[in-house]
């Protein structure tokens, strides 16, 4: 059973920063793509930004662009999301998601529970 587990949200300031952090568990052969969206209330779900096994490919929203940092261990099954210059508007919960690979399963999507960001101050 794939888990995803993060941590590291709370509440903020605005211009302050916070690390979230999703550590992968499990049995799985492979990771293929890690991504952090948000969901915050009255908006849609947001791709905040992502990154593939090799670290190579990584995109970000337009919104988050200069001011957030994905970075993967894989190693460790771990993304972790640095998030600078924070703003009111980036208030939402934080889903980290996995693209998984098992052989005895095939590739799927796994995400985690969540964990709340506010910005306010």
């Known amino acids: 059973q794939v888990q995803l587990v993060e941590s590291g949200g709370g509440l903020v300031q605005p211009g302050g920063s916070l690390r979230l952090s999703c550590v992968i568990s499990?049995?799985?052969?492979?990771?293929?793509?890690m991504d952090w969206y948000r969901h915050a209330p009255g908006k849609e779900r947001e791709l905040v930004a992502s990154?593939?096994?090799?670290?190579?490919?990584?995109r970000y929203a337009d919104s988050v662009k200069g001011r957030f940092t994905i970075s993967s261990d894989n190693a460790k099954n771990t993304v972790d999301l640095q998030m600078n210059e924070l703003k009111p508007e980036d208030t939402a919960v934080y889903y980290c998601?996995?693209?998984?690979?098992?052989?005895?399963?095939?590739?799927?999507?796994?995400w985690g529970q969540g964990t709340q960001v506010t910005v306010s101050s």
């Open positions: 998601k996995a693209l998984i690979y098992d052989v005895r399963t095939g590739s799927g999507n796994y």
């Open positions: 499990g049995s799985f052969d492979r990771i293929y793509k």
């Open positions: 990154i593939n096994d090799s670290g190579k490919m990584i």
